[in-house]
Protein backbone atom coordinates (compact mmCIF):
# COMPACT_ATOMS: atom_id res chain seq x y z
CA UNK A 1 0.00 0.00 0.00
CA UNK A 2 0.64 3.57 -0.78
CA UNK A 3 2.78 5.90 1.84
CA UNK A 4 -0.21 8.20 1.12
CA UNK A 5 -3.06 5.70 1.50
CA UNK A 6 -1.54 4.14 4.43
CA UNK A 7 -1.32 7.92 6.06
CA UNK A 8 2.66 7.07 6.61
CA UNK A 9 4.59 10.32 6.17
CA UNK A 10 6.30 12.00 2.45
CA UNK A 11 9.05 14.00 2.24
CA UNK A 12 8.50 16.85 0.83
CA UNK A 13 10.90 19.14 -1.57
CA UNK A 14 13.61 21.31 -0.62
CA UNK A 15 11.29 24.47 0.22
CA UNK A 16 9.23 22.39 2.37
CA UNK A 17 12.45 20.95 4.66
CA UNK A 18 10.80 22.91 7.91
CA UNK A 19 8.26 20.71 8.18
CA UNK A 20 9.14 17.09 6.83
CA UNK A 21 6.19 15.54 8.93
CA UNK A 22 3.69 17.36 6.65
CA UNK A 23 1.35 15.31 4.77
CA UNK A 24 0.14 15.67 1.20
CA UNK A 25 -2.79 17.83 1.12
CA UNK A 26 -2.07 19.68 3.68
CA UNK A 27 -0.08 22.27 2.05
CA UNK A 28 0.32 23.33 -1.81
CA UNK A 29 4.08 23.31 -1.83
CA UNK A 30 5.05 20.20 -4.88
CA UNK A 31 6.16 16.98 -3.25
CA UNK A 32 9.48 15.63 -4.22
CA UNK A 33 9.76 13.45 -7.55
CA UNK A 34 10.44 10.64 -5.71
CA UNK A 35 7.18 11.30 -3.60
CA UNK A 36 4.92 11.58 -6.89
CA UNK A 37 6.82 8.59 -8.78
CA UNK A 38 6.06 6.38 -5.40
CA UNK A 39 2.56 7.48 -5.65
CA UNK A 40 2.26 6.80 -9.20
CA UNK A 41 3.43 3.12 -9.19
CA UNK A 42 1.55 2.50 -5.70
CA UNK A 43 -1.67 3.28 -8.14
CA UNK A 44 -0.84 0.76 -10.60
CA UNK A 45 -0.03 -1.30 -7.69
CA UNK A 46 -3.59 -1.11 -6.74
CA UNK A 47 -5.12 -1.50 -10.38
CA UNK A 48 -2.60 -4.77 -10.90
CA UNK A 49 -3.68 -5.85 -7.47
CA UNK A 50 -7.18 -5.31 -7.99
CA UNK A 51 -7.11 -6.89 -11.77
CA UNK A 52 -5.67 -10.02 -9.84
CA UNK A 53 -8.43 -9.76 -6.85
CA UNK A 54 -11.00 -9.49 -9.80
CA UNK A 55 -9.37 -12.82 -11.69
CA UNK A 56 -9.42 -14.87 -8.46
CA UNK A 57 -12.85 -13.48 -7.21
CA UNK A 58 -14.20 -14.50 -10.78
CA UNK A 59 -12.08 -17.81 -10.60
CA UNK A 60 -13.07 -18.87 -7.56
CA UNK A 61 -16.72 -18.04 -7.66
CA UNK A 62 -16.72 -16.08 -5.09
CA UNK A 63 -20.64 -16.33 -3.58
CA UNK A 64 -20.98 -12.51 -2.04
CA UNK A 65 -19.41 -11.53 -5.61
CA UNK A 66 -22.29 -13.63 -7.36
CA UNK A 67 -24.82 -12.35 -5.33
CA UNK A 68 -23.97 -8.84 -5.69
CA UNK A 69 -23.78 -9.29 -9.68
CA UNK A 70 -27.17 -11.42 -9.63
CA UNK A 71 -29.39 -8.51 -7.82
CA UNK A 72 -27.23 -6.11 -10.04
CA UNK A 73 -28.61 -8.08 -13.47
CA UNK A 74 -31.78 -8.83 -11.61
CA UNK A 75 -32.66 -5.10 -10.99
CA UNK A 76 -31.27 -3.60 -14.44
CA UNK A 77 -32.76 -6.13 -16.32
CA UNK A 78 -36.12 -5.80 -14.81
CA UNK A 79 -35.65 -2.48 -15.16
CA UNK A 80 -34.30 -2.31 -18.86
CA UNK A 81 -37.47 -4.91 -19.45
CA UNK A 82 -40.03 -2.34 -18.25
CA UNK A 83 -38.27 0.60 -19.74
CA UNK A 84 -38.46 -0.83 -22.72
CA UNK A 85 -41.77 -1.98 -22.67
CA UNK A 86 -43.04 1.94 -21.98
CA UNK A 87 -40.07 3.36 -23.58
CA UNK A 88 -40.42 1.92 -26.95
CA UNK A 89 -44.09 2.04 -27.78
CA UNK A 90 -43.90 5.74 -26.39
CA UNK A 91 -41.09 6.79 -28.38
CA UNK A 92 -43.07 4.70 -31.60
CA UNK A 93 -46.02 6.73 -31.02
CA UNK A 94 -44.40 10.08 -30.62
CA UNK A 95 -42.29 9.65 -33.72
CA UNK A 96 -45.38 8.64 -35.84
CA UNK A 97 -48.38 10.90 -34.28
CA UNK A 98 -49.36 14.06 -34.85
CA UNK A 99 -51.46 15.82 -31.89
CA UNK A 100 -51.85 18.65 -30.31
CA UNK A 101 -49.71 18.77 -26.77
CA UNK A 102 -47.06 16.75 -28.92
CA UNK A 103 -44.31 19.41 -28.15
CA UNK A 104 -44.63 19.61 -24.91
CA UNK A 105 -44.84 15.80 -24.55
CA UNK A 106 -41.58 15.70 -26.24
CA UNK A 107 -39.98 18.70 -24.22
CA UNK A 108 -41.16 16.61 -21.03
CA UNK A 109 -39.59 13.57 -22.35
CA UNK A 110 -36.32 15.00 -23.23
CA UNK A 111 -35.98 16.86 -19.49
CA UNK A 112 -36.38 13.04 -18.54
CA UNK A 113 -33.52 11.93 -20.53
CA UNK A 114 -31.36 14.47 -18.48
CA UNK A 115 -32.93 13.88 -15.02
CA UNK A 116 -30.12 13.10 -12.54
CA UNK A 117 -30.63 9.82 -11.01
CA UNK A 118 -30.05 11.14 -6.94
CA UNK A 119 -33.09 13.57 -7.65
CA UNK A 120 -34.75 10.41 -9.34
CA UNK A 121 -34.09 8.59 -6.29
CA UNK A 122 -35.16 11.28 -3.87
CA UNK A 123 -38.16 11.50 -5.51
CA UNK A 124 -39.23 7.76 -5.43
CA UNK A 125 -37.76 7.97 -1.41
CA UNK A 126 -40.78 10.19 -0.97
CA UNK A 127 -43.08 8.24 -2.98
CA UNK A 128 -42.40 4.92 -1.37
CA UNK A 129 -42.14 6.67 1.98
CA UNK A 130 -44.29 5.25 5.17
CA UNK A 131 -45.45 8.74 4.87
CA UNK A 132 -45.68 9.31 1.33
CA UNK A 133 -48.24 9.53 -1.23
CA UNK A 134 -47.90 6.04 -2.24
CA UNK A 135 -46.10 4.29 0.34
CA UNK A 136 -48.57 5.00 2.89
CA UNK A 137 -51.32 3.01 0.67
CA UNK A 138 -49.72 -0.18 1.44
CA UNK A 139 -50.74 -1.78 -1.20
CA UNK A 140 -49.40 -4.99 -2.31
CA UNK A 141 -48.48 -3.84 -5.72
CA UNK A 142 -46.33 -0.76 -3.92
CA UNK A 143 -42.68 -1.55 -3.67
CA UNK A 144 -41.07 -1.20 -0.26
CA UNK A 145 -38.06 1.57 0.63
CA UNK A 146 -34.85 -0.28 0.52
CA UNK A 147 -36.55 -3.47 -1.39
CA UNK A 148 -35.13 -4.85 -5.15
CA UNK A 149 -38.87 -3.60 -6.01
CA UNK A 150 -37.89 0.33 -5.47
CA UNK A 151 -34.53 0.10 -6.91
CA UNK A 152 -36.02 -1.20 -9.83
CA UNK A 153 -38.88 1.55 -10.23
CA UNK A 154 -36.13 3.94 -9.66
CA UNK A 155 -33.99 2.86 -12.61
CA UNK A 156 -37.58 2.77 -14.87
CA UNK A 157 -38.05 6.40 -14.20
CA UNK A 158 -34.42 6.87 -15.05
CA UNK A 159 -34.33 4.61 -18.55
CA UNK A 160 -37.29 4.81 -20.04
CA UNK A 161 -37.24 8.32 -20.85
CA UNK A 162 -33.68 7.19 -23.01
CA UNK A 163 -35.39 4.20 -24.59
CA UNK A 164 -38.25 6.31 -25.79
CA UNK A 165 -36.38 9.46 -26.63
CA UNK A 166 -34.05 7.36 -28.98
CA UNK A 167 -36.41 5.29 -30.67
CA UNK A 168 -38.56 8.50 -31.02
CA UNK A 169 -35.35 9.83 -33.21
CA UNK A 170 -35.09 6.32 -34.99
CA UNK A 171 -38.45 6.53 -36.06
CA UNK A 172 -38.62 9.87 -37.11
CA UNK A 173 -35.56 8.95 -39.04
CA UNK A 174 -36.99 6.79 -41.24
CA UNK A 175 -39.10 8.07 -44.63
CA UNK A 176 -42.18 8.90 -43.45
CA UNK A 177 -43.22 7.66 -47.18
CA UNK A 178 -42.33 4.20 -46.04
CA UNK A 179 -45.33 3.80 -43.75
CA UNK A 180 -47.85 5.03 -46.30
CA UNK A 181 -46.36 2.84 -48.79
CA UNK A 182 -46.62 -0.27 -46.92
CA UNK A 183 -50.49 1.05 -45.99
CA UNK A 184 -51.22 1.19 -49.66
CA UNK A 185 -49.62 -2.26 -49.68
CA UNK A 186 -52.47 -3.95 -48.04
CA UNK A 187 -50.65 -3.62 -44.78
CA UNK A 188 -52.80 -2.87 -41.51
CA UNK A 189 -51.23 0.17 -39.33
CA UNK A 190 -50.01 -2.23 -36.61
CA UNK A 191 -48.14 -4.39 -39.55
CA UNK A 192 -46.63 -0.86 -40.62
CA UNK A 193 -45.67 0.30 -37.35
CA UNK A 194 -43.86 -2.74 -36.83
CA UNK A 195 -41.98 -2.65 -39.89
CA UNK A 196 -41.18 0.67 -39.53
CA UNK A 197 -39.29 -0.07 -35.75
CA UNK A 198 -37.64 -2.80 -37.88
CA UNK A 199 -36.06 -0.43 -40.24
CA UNK A 200 -35.32 1.86 -37.83
CA UNK A 201 -33.77 -1.20 -35.82
CA UNK A 202 -30.37 0.34 -35.53
CA UNK A 203 -31.56 3.23 -33.74
CA UNK A 204 -33.99 1.26 -31.50
CA UNK A 205 -31.06 -0.84 -30.17
CA UNK A 206 -28.73 2.07 -29.73
CA UNK A 207 -31.89 3.45 -27.24
CA UNK A 208 -32.34 0.17 -25.03
CA UNK A 209 -27.75 -0.02 -24.86
CA UNK A 210 -28.42 3.51 -23.98
CA UNK A 211 -31.33 2.83 -21.17
CA UNK A 212 -28.93 -0.05 -19.75
CA UNK A 213 -25.99 2.22 -19.65
CA UNK A 214 -28.05 4.30 -17.46
CA UNK A 215 -28.87 2.30 -15.60
CA UNK A 216 -26.31 -0.54 -14.98
CA UNK A 217 -23.42 2.25 -13.83
CA UNK A 218 -26.38 4.58 -11.49
CA UNK A 219 -25.25 4.63 -8.02
CA UNK A 220 -27.25 7.69 -6.72
CA UNK A 221 -30.82 6.28 -6.57
CA UNK A 222 -30.47 2.76 -5.90
CA UNK A 223 -28.74 4.15 -3.17
CA UNK A 224 -30.94 6.78 -1.54
CA UNK A 225 -33.81 4.14 -2.36
CA UNK A 226 -32.29 0.46 -1.85
CA UNK A 227 -30.16 1.06 1.09
CA UNK A 228 -27.08 -0.52 -0.31
CA UNK A 229 -27.77 -3.63 2.49
CA UNK A 230 -25.70 -6.40 2.11
CA UNK A 231 -27.33 -9.70 0.16
CA UNK A 232 -30.29 -7.87 -0.11
CA UNK A 233 -30.21 -4.76 -2.19
CA UNK A 234 -26.21 -4.21 -2.53
CA UNK A 235 -25.46 -4.01 -6.67
CA UNK A 236 -21.73 -3.29 -8.18
CA UNK A 237 -22.33 0.55 -7.94
CA UNK A 238 -23.53 1.03 -4.55
CA UNK A 239 -20.69 -1.89 -3.68
CA UNK A 240 -17.78 0.02 -5.07
CA UNK A 241 -18.79 3.06 -3.20
CA UNK A 242 -18.78 0.78 -0.18
CA UNK A 243 -15.27 -0.89 -0.71
CA UNK A 244 -13.62 2.70 -1.70
CA UNK A 245 -14.75 4.11 1.57
CA UNK A 246 -13.24 1.56 3.36
CA UNK A 247 -10.16 1.46 1.90
CA UNK A 248 -10.35 -1.53 -0.08
CA UNK A 249 -9.47 -0.29 -3.16
CA UNK A 250 -8.52 -3.48 -4.70
CA UNK A 251 -11.64 -5.49 -3.86
CA UNK A 252 -13.41 -1.89 -5.62
CA UNK A 253 -11.46 -2.09 -8.34
CA UNK A 254 -12.65 -5.82 -8.89
CA UNK A 255 -15.89 -5.29 -8.51
CA UNK A 256 -15.26 -2.28 -11.35
CA UNK A 257 -13.79 -4.48 -13.77
CA UNK A 258 -16.64 -6.87 -13.54
CA UNK A 259 -19.39 -3.88 -13.79
CA UNK A 260 -17.09 -3.07 -17.00
CA UNK A 261 -17.20 -6.51 -18.45
CA UNK A 262 -20.68 -6.56 -17.49
CA UNK A 263 -21.21 -3.70 -19.71
CA UNK A 264 -19.45 -4.73 -22.44
CA UNK A 265 -21.10 -8.55 -22.51
CA UNK A 266 -24.46 -6.79 -22.70
CA UNK A 267 -23.56 -4.46 -25.20
CA UNK A 268 -22.05 -6.90 -27.73
CA UNK A 269 -24.92 -9.33 -27.12
CA UNK A 270 -27.19 -6.65 -28.25
CA UNK A 271 -25.17 -5.55 -31.05
CA UNK A 272 -24.88 -9.22 -32.22
CA UNK A 273 -28.97 -9.42 -31.81
CA UNK A 274 -29.46 -6.16 -33.79
CA UNK A 275 -27.15 -7.86 -36.39
CA UNK A 276 -28.82 -10.74 -36.95
CA UNK A 277 -31.74 -9.02 -37.69
CA UNK A 278 -30.35 -6.91 -40.19
CA UNK B 1 -73.08 1.58 -70.07
CA UNK B 2 -69.47 0.27 -67.94
CA UNK B 3 -69.42 -0.27 -64.33
CA UNK B 4 -67.79 2.41 -62.68
CA UNK B 5 -64.81 1.67 -59.83
CA UNK B 6 -64.69 5.41 -58.86
CA UNK B 7 -67.49 8.37 -58.84
CA UNK B 8 -66.75 11.63 -57.26
CA UNK B 9 -68.37 14.69 -56.38
CA UNK B 10 -67.01 18.17 -55.48
CA UNK B 11 -64.04 17.22 -54.59
CA UNK B 12 -61.76 19.20 -52.67
CA UNK B 13 -58.59 18.88 -50.84
CA UNK B 14 -57.23 21.65 -48.97
CA UNK B 15 -53.68 21.88 -47.07
CA UNK B 16 -54.07 25.02 -45.03
CA UNK B 17 -55.20 27.91 -46.97
CA UNK B 18 -54.50 26.92 -50.28
CA UNK B 19 -56.74 24.33 -52.42
CA UNK B 20 -54.27 21.75 -54.10
CA UNK B 21 -57.35 20.02 -55.59
CA UNK B 22 -60.38 20.54 -57.47
CA UNK B 23 -62.28 18.01 -59.26
CA UNK B 24 -66.25 18.40 -59.78
CA UNK B 25 -67.02 15.01 -61.11
CA UNK B 26 -64.87 12.19 -61.38
CA UNK B 27 -65.64 8.86 -62.89
CA UNK B 28 -63.25 6.32 -63.61
CA UNK B 29 -64.99 3.13 -65.22
CA UNK B 30 -63.61 -0.73 -64.66
CA UNK B 31 -61.11 -2.35 -66.44
CA UNK B 32 -59.84 1.03 -67.95
CA UNK B 33 -56.29 2.70 -68.17
CA UNK B 34 -56.79 6.21 -66.84
CA UNK B 35 -53.97 8.50 -68.07
CA UNK B 36 -53.59 11.80 -65.78
CA UNK B 37 -51.61 14.10 -67.39
CA UNK B 38 -50.56 17.86 -66.03
CA UNK B 39 -47.55 19.64 -65.07
CA UNK B 40 -45.33 19.89 -61.22
CA UNK B 41 -48.19 21.11 -58.83
CA UNK B 42 -51.33 20.32 -60.87
CA UNK B 43 -52.45 18.27 -57.51
CA UNK B 44 -52.06 14.53 -59.81
CA UNK B 45 -50.26 12.82 -57.11
CA UNK B 46 -52.81 14.33 -54.57
CA UNK B 47 -55.77 12.89 -56.43
CA UNK B 48 -54.16 9.52 -56.61
CA UNK B 49 -53.77 9.41 -52.64
CA UNK B 50 -57.33 10.18 -52.42
CA UNK B 51 -58.26 7.17 -55.06
CA UNK B 52 -55.89 4.89 -53.33
CA UNK B 53 -57.92 5.65 -50.06
CA UNK B 54 -54.52 6.99 -47.98
CA UNK B 55 -56.42 10.80 -47.58
CA UNK B 56 -59.74 12.31 -47.14
CA UNK B 57 -60.66 14.77 -49.28
CA UNK B 58 -60.84 18.01 -47.10
CA UNK B 59 -64.74 17.97 -49.07
CA UNK B 60 -66.95 16.34 -51.46
CA UNK B 61 -67.72 12.51 -51.91
CA UNK B 62 -65.80 9.17 -53.16
CA UNK B 63 -67.62 6.50 -54.23
CA UNK B 64 -65.86 3.44 -54.91
CA UNK B 65 -66.02 -0.07 -56.22
CA UNK B 66 -69.68 0.06 -57.29
CA UNK B 67 -70.83 0.78 -53.86
CA UNK B 68 -73.69 2.79 -53.09
CA UNK B 69 -72.88 4.54 -50.24
CA UNK B 70 -69.70 6.58 -49.90
CA UNK B 71 -66.51 5.68 -48.57
CA UNK B 72 -65.82 6.50 -44.89
CA UNK B 73 -62.68 7.81 -43.62
CA UNK B 74 -60.79 5.84 -41.99
CA UNK B 75 -62.05 3.70 -45.21
CA UNK B 76 -61.73 -0.46 -43.75
CA UNK B 77 -58.85 -2.77 -44.19
CA UNK B 78 -61.10 -5.04 -46.43
CA UNK B 79 -61.89 -1.67 -48.75
CA UNK B 80 -58.06 -0.24 -48.80
CA UNK B 81 -57.07 -3.67 -50.24
CA UNK B 82 -58.61 -3.86 -53.26
CA UNK B 83 -56.49 -0.33 -54.18
CA UNK B 84 -52.36 -0.34 -54.31
CA UNK B 85 -50.18 2.23 -55.15
CA UNK B 86 -47.26 2.41 -56.85
CA UNK B 87 -45.06 6.00 -55.58
CA UNK B 88 -43.12 7.85 -57.82
CA UNK B 89 -40.04 7.35 -55.32
CA UNK B 90 -40.36 3.73 -54.47
CA UNK B 91 -39.33 2.82 -50.73
CA UNK B 92 -38.31 -0.35 -50.17
CA UNK B 93 -37.66 -2.43 -46.71
CA UNK B 94 -34.19 -2.87 -45.70
CA UNK B 95 -34.50 -6.69 -47.10
CA UNK B 96 -34.37 -9.02 -50.36
CA UNK B 97 -36.40 -8.04 -53.15
CA UNK B 98 -38.11 -11.36 -52.10
CA UNK B 99 -39.25 -10.26 -48.77
CA UNK B 100 -40.18 -6.70 -50.46
CA UNK B 101 -42.21 -8.30 -53.05
CA UNK B 102 -43.88 -11.10 -50.35
CA UNK B 103 -44.58 -7.83 -48.15
CA UNK B 104 -48.22 -6.83 -49.09
CA UNK B 105 -48.95 -10.79 -49.67
CA UNK B 106 -47.18 -11.86 -45.99
CA UNK B 107 -49.47 -8.89 -44.90
CA UNK B 108 -52.65 -10.53 -45.95
CA UNK B 109 -51.58 -14.12 -44.85
CA UNK B 110 -52.44 -15.26 -48.36
CA UNK B 111 -50.97 -18.80 -49.67
CA UNK B 112 -48.37 -19.93 -52.38
CA UNK B 113 -46.23 -16.73 -51.48
CA UNK B 114 -43.38 -18.08 -52.74
CA UNK B 115 -44.82 -19.16 -56.36
CA UNK B 116 -46.50 -15.94 -56.86
CA UNK B 117 -43.59 -13.48 -55.92
CA UNK B 118 -41.18 -15.75 -58.53
CA UNK B 119 -44.17 -14.55 -61.28
CA UNK B 120 -44.42 -10.59 -59.98
CA UNK B 121 -40.92 -10.58 -60.21
CA UNK B 122 -40.95 -12.42 -63.75
CA UNK B 123 -43.17 -10.06 -65.12
CA UNK B 124 -41.10 -7.08 -64.16
CA UNK B 125 -37.61 -9.04 -65.49
CA UNK B 126 -36.41 -8.92 -62.23
CA UNK B 127 -36.91 -13.15 -61.20
CA UNK B 128 -32.53 -13.65 -61.29
CA UNK B 129 -32.47 -11.17 -58.79
CA UNK B 130 -35.13 -12.58 -55.67
CA UNK B 131 -32.54 -12.74 -53.38
CA UNK B 132 -30.70 -9.57 -53.95
CA UNK B 133 -30.36 -6.82 -51.27
CA UNK B 134 -32.98 -4.25 -52.31
CA UNK B 135 -30.18 -1.41 -51.27
CA UNK B 136 -27.97 -2.94 -54.03
CA UNK B 137 -30.41 -2.24 -57.28
CA UNK B 138 -30.46 0.65 -59.22
CA UNK B 139 -33.36 3.22 -59.76
CA UNK B 140 -34.84 1.22 -62.29
CA UNK B 141 -35.05 -1.97 -60.61
CA UNK B 142 -36.00 -0.38 -57.61
CA UNK B 143 -39.11 0.97 -59.42
CA UNK B 144 -39.14 -3.04 -61.01
CA UNK B 145 -39.66 -4.09 -58.04
CA UNK B 146 -42.36 -1.52 -56.37
CA UNK B 147 -44.25 -2.13 -59.28
CA UNK B 148 -44.04 -6.23 -59.07
CA UNK B 149 -45.04 -5.85 -55.19
CA UNK B 150 -47.92 -4.29 -56.18
CA UNK B 151 -48.57 -6.47 -59.22
CA UNK B 152 -48.57 -9.67 -57.00
CA UNK B 153 -51.57 -8.29 -55.24
CA UNK B 154 -53.60 -8.62 -58.32
CA UNK B 155 -55.49 -5.48 -56.96
CA UNK B 156 -58.82 -4.64 -58.87
CA UNK B 157 -57.63 -0.85 -59.41
CA UNK B 158 -53.62 -0.81 -59.40
CA UNK B 159 -52.45 3.72 -58.79
CA UNK B 160 -49.54 4.10 -60.61
CA UNK B 161 -47.64 7.47 -59.68
CA UNK B 162 -44.94 8.85 -62.04
CA UNK B 163 -43.67 5.35 -62.61
CA UNK B 164 -41.20 5.57 -65.49
CA UNK B 165 -40.27 8.99 -63.93
CA UNK B 166 -36.12 9.46 -64.84
CA UNK B 167 -35.84 5.19 -65.92
CA UNK B 168 -34.07 4.95 -69.36
CA UNK B 169 -35.84 3.30 -72.13
CA UNK B 170 -34.99 -0.25 -71.41
CA UNK B 171 -36.71 -0.41 -68.20
CA UNK B 172 -40.02 2.18 -69.55
CA UNK B 173 -40.48 -0.62 -71.48
CA UNK B 174 -40.58 -3.45 -69.28
CA UNK B 175 -42.92 -1.33 -67.11
CA UNK B 176 -44.98 -0.42 -70.18
CA UNK B 177 -45.02 -4.44 -71.22
CA UNK B 178 -45.93 -5.38 -67.84
CA UNK B 179 -48.96 -2.95 -67.15
CA UNK B 180 -50.29 -4.29 -70.43
CA UNK B 181 -49.79 -7.87 -69.71
CA UNK B 182 -51.66 -6.96 -66.46
CA UNK B 183 -54.75 -5.39 -68.10
CA UNK B 184 -54.98 -8.17 -70.78
CA UNK B 185 -55.00 -11.18 -68.12
CA UNK B 186 -56.67 -9.51 -65.58
CA UNK B 187 -58.84 -6.59 -66.61
CA UNK B 188 -57.52 -4.66 -63.44
CA UNK B 189 -58.35 -0.56 -63.33
CA UNK B 190 -55.05 1.32 -64.27
CA UNK B 191 -54.64 4.89 -62.98
CA UNK B 192 -51.26 6.29 -64.16
CA UNK B 193 -50.29 9.81 -63.40
CA UNK B 194 -47.72 10.62 -65.92
CA UNK B 195 -45.83 14.16 -67.24
CA UNK B 196 -44.70 12.17 -70.47
CA UNK B 197 -48.18 12.68 -72.91
CA UNK B 198 -46.44 10.22 -75.53
CA UNK B 199 -46.47 7.91 -72.60
CA UNK B 200 -50.32 8.56 -71.90
CA UNK B 201 -51.04 8.20 -75.65
CA UNK B 202 -49.35 4.77 -75.70
CA UNK B 203 -50.92 3.49 -72.51
CA UNK B 204 -54.33 5.16 -71.62
CA UNK B 205 -58.41 4.55 -72.96
CA UNK B 206 -59.20 7.98 -71.13
CA UNK B 207 -57.11 11.05 -70.27
CA UNK B 208 -57.67 13.31 -67.76
CA UNK B 209 -55.74 16.87 -68.08
CA UNK B 210 -54.93 18.46 -64.35
CA UNK B 211 -54.20 22.37 -63.96
CA UNK B 212 -53.55 24.12 -60.92
CA UNK B 213 -55.46 21.72 -59.40
CA UNK B 214 -58.82 22.16 -61.66
CA UNK B 215 -59.74 19.11 -63.96
CA UNK B 216 -59.67 20.58 -67.05
CA UNK B 217 -60.88 18.45 -69.57
CA UNK B 218 -61.66 14.81 -69.32
CA UNK B 219 -62.13 12.46 -72.43
CA UNK B 220 -61.22 9.36 -74.11
CA UNK B 221 -57.47 9.39 -75.62
CA UNK B 222 -58.18 9.58 -78.91
CA UNK B 223 -60.57 12.63 -78.42
CA UNK B 224 -57.75 14.16 -75.68
CA UNK B 225 -54.98 13.84 -77.95
CA UNK B 226 -56.53 14.55 -81.78
CA UNK B 227 -59.63 17.36 -80.79
CA UNK B 228 -59.47 19.06 -77.49
CA UNK B 229 -61.87 20.99 -76.49
CA UNK B 230 -60.61 23.36 -74.07
CA UNK B 231 -57.29 25.77 -75.40
CA UNK B 232 -55.68 24.82 -72.13
CA UNK B 233 -55.83 20.61 -73.13
CA UNK B 234 -54.60 21.53 -76.66
CA UNK B 235 -51.52 23.79 -75.39
CA UNK B 236 -51.10 20.95 -73.31
CA UNK B 237 -51.00 18.55 -75.73
CA UNK B 238 -49.04 20.81 -78.63
CA UNK B 239 -46.84 21.17 -76.27
CA UNK B 240 -46.80 24.74 -76.17
CA UNK B 241 -47.54 25.06 -72.41
CA UNK B 242 -44.38 25.91 -70.57
CA UNK B 243 -43.90 24.81 -66.77
Same mark, same amino acid.
Given at each position: ???????????????????????????? $?????????????????????????????????????????? !???????????????????????????????????????????????? !??????????????????????????????????????? $????????????????????????? $??????????????????????? !???????????????? !????????????????????????????????????????????????????????? | ???? +???????? +????????????????????? +????????????????? &???????????????????????????????????????? &??????????????????????????????????? &???????????????????????????????? &??????????????????????????????????????????????????????????????????????????????????????
Amino acid at each position: MSAALSGQPIRFARRDRGHPERRWGESC $IRPTRDARSRRGRCAINEIWEGLKQAALLLWHLDPEVLQIVA !VSLRVSGTALLLSAAIGIPLGAWLGFSRFVGRRLMVALLYTGMGFPPV !VVGLFVYLLLSQSGPLGSLNAPWVPRLFTVGAMVVAQVI $IAFPLVAGFTMAAVKGVDPNLRQQL $ISLGATHWQATLAVLREARFGVV !VSVIAGFGSIISEVGA !VMLVGGNIQGSTRVLTTAIVLETRRGNFSLAIALALILLLLSFLSNVLMLRLQGKTA | MSEW +VYQGENLR +VVYGRRTVLRVEQLTINAGDL +VGIVGPSGAGKSTLLRV &LALLEPPTEGVLYFGGRSEPVRWPPPLDLRRRVTMVFQRP &LLLTASVFHNVAYGLRARRADNVRARVEQALEMVG &LAHMAHAAAHTLSGGELQRVALARALVLEPEV &LLLDEPTANLDPYNVSVIEDALKRLRHHNHTTVVLVTHNVFQARRLADRVMFLLDGECVETADAETFFESPKDPRTRAFVRGDMVY
